[in-house]
């Protein structure tokens, strides 16, 4: 008889594919960016710095959604998002805006620097935390400002000065108090739209589809001014934002309570024994005792 000859295995490489390190790599990218525009403010290249934070917000929008495509989300990756956007949204813009207007006064440009990367931290942190914890009605909103959103808020000074000068926005008090501002709603329990999770009625579909491209006509020919409408109209929702959320919140609540009254007309309308009905009273229940066994309520 012949005999079967054996095949020995052979061993797969332990690792991960490059398909799951995209997310990761894309991070990486964001955060090199966001650093990369604190050079080219040290250089005075004031719009280069501008387009690296940009990049850096693009970049991050991208790496959670490439993260959940290649189904590679991993706790590394969401500490790593973290640690990038600290960077990137927190520290690099504080750092642009001080060397652009805030270096002149020194102790009070670095405090407002400082206060906005702080601002940053913390808001990364309760997000962080706040995850899964969140009411069902709260999903469409971030509480506070979010970090990209923040640092491209931080930085529209500069991006006005490029069309409209430097003599007004450029002055020490007006830049530091804008940052300080941005850090205080980065911060603050604002509820502001989650336009990730937005969902757009049929009728408007054809509508925001055009918007799109307007932005990115209007990015292409005048850039400046059209980034500059973009964060106007982002503050211009954020009233809206706080009414739909005050609305949705209070529903919620009637409807809660609307429930804890309905529980307990229910358990009040229930007799000790289980059955429905006001108490028996004593005469009542002699008279219960008094019938025959197969008469008694059970």
Request: hydrophobic share 50%; with cysteine; net charge positive.
């Amino acid at each position: 008889m012949l005999k079967r000859r054996r095949f020995r295995r052979v061993p797969r490489l332990k690792g991960q594919t490059v398909s799951k390190m995209i997310p990761n790599i894309i991070t990486v990218g964001a955060l090199s960016a966001g650093f990369t525009a604190i050079r080219f403010a040290f250089d005075g290249k004031w719009e280069f710095a501008v387009v690296a934070i940009l990049v850096a917000a693009v970049l991050d929008a991208l790496d959670g959604r490439m993260a959940r495509l290649l189904n590679s989300a991993s706790d590394f990756g969401a500490e790593l998002d973290s640690l990038s956007d600290v960077i990137a949204f927190g520290v690099a813009p504080a750092v642009v805006i001080y060397v652009w207007a805030l270096s002149s006064v020194d102790g009070p440009g670095w405090i407002a620097a400082l206060f906005f990367t702080v601002c940053c931290a913390l808001r990364l942190a309760r997000f962080n935390t706040s995850l899964g914890k969140l009411p069902p009605y709260a999903y469409n909103y971030f509480t506070g400002v979010p970090a990209p959103a923040g640092a491209g808020l931080a930085i529209l000074p500069l991006i006005i000065s490029f069309e409209l000068g430097d003599a007004v926005v450029r002055h020490p008090l007006v830049a530091g108090s804008w940052l300080a501002l941005i850090g205080a709603l980065m911060v603050s329990q604002l509820p502001t739209y989650s336009f990730k999770k937005l969902k757009i009625p049929q009728d408007y579909v054809l509508f925001v589809l055009v918007a799109a491209g307007l932005i990115v006509a209007g990015l292409a020919g005048a850039p400046w001014r059209t980034l500059t409408v973009v964060a106007v109209v982002y503050i211009a929702t954020l009233p809206f934002a706080y009414r739909s959320f005050t609305r949705l919140r209070r529903e919620a609540e009637r409807l809660h309570d609307a429930g804890e009254d309905d529980d307990r007309g229910d358990s009040g309308d229930k007799r000790d024994d289980g059955s429905d009905g006001p108490p028996d009273s004593p005469d009542a229940a002699a008279e219960q005792t008094s019938k025959p066994p197969h008469l008694r309520q059970v």
